[in-house]
């Protein structure tokens, strides 16, 4: 994926956020994992339990939850939109996992909902809100520009799947994507110098 934007926003939305959408609760787990699941599985092609990967991925999701980076709208059992931020510091978070349950696109969900993110996540974890966006989606980049973020950057992304582990090795989950997300300027110059495979690990950003 050679061109993803990376956008960014430093106030809140003028859009009125979605009231609804709130943090998530521990006890609500099982309702949001089946969403998380749907997400990345439509983003990356394969299921983030493949592998033997299931009790790792519903730790990193509780731990999301605990704190108190996982939003979303729940009616009822449904998980109608969410979102997590994923990393944050004092200055800057980034967003992940924006989904909208399939029943419900379409209806107008998407812009309120990361309206509401966008303010929660600046209240509670820092006052820039970043995320980036594959550029072939147009209905989530034309949803961002209405929320208000503007294109500050790129990344791209390479996914491939880890080797079975050498005979000195633990085992470890064969098939699960490892995905590294690099600076277009260092694909650059992977381009320019193949030999320049080591990847410095100040340029990663995962």
């Avoid at 449904?78 to 978070?93: H, I, L, N, Q, R």
């Avoid at 998407?110 to 594959?134: E, F, I, K, T, W």
Wanted: hydrophobic residues 40%.
């Amino acid at each position: 994926r050679r061109h993803q934007p990376l956008l960014s926003i430093s106030t809140d939305s003028p859009v009125t956020p979605d009231p609804q959408v709130r943090r998530v609760r521990i006890d609500e787990l099982d309702l949001l994992l089946p969403a998380c699941v749907a997400m990345f599985t439509e983003e990356v092609g394969i299921s983030p339990l493949s592998g033997g990967a299931g009790s790792a991925y519903r730790a990193r999701v509780a731990e999301l939850i605990r704190d108190g980076r996982a939003y979303a709208r729940i009616q009822g059992d449904t998980v109608v939109f969410k979102a997590e931020v994923g990393a944050s510091s004092s200055a800057a978070c980034q967003v992940q996992g924006v989904w909208v349950s399939p029943e419900w696109r379409g209806r107008g969900r998407s812009v309120p909902g990361m309206a509401a993110v966008v303010q929660a996540a600046r209240r509670d974890c820092a006052p820039l809100v970043s995320l980036y966006v594959n550029d072939y989606n147009t209905a989530a980049r034309r949803c961002y520009r209405s929320v208000g973020f503007d294109e500050v950057g790129e990344f791209a992304t390479i996914l491939f799947c880890s080797r079975p582990p050498l005979s000195s090795e633990p085992p470890r989950p064969d098939g699960l994507p490892v995905i590294l997300r690099l600076s277009s300027l260092f694909l650059l110059t992977l381009r320019e110098d193949p030999a320049a495979a080591e990847v410095p690990s100040h340029r990663l950003l995962v």
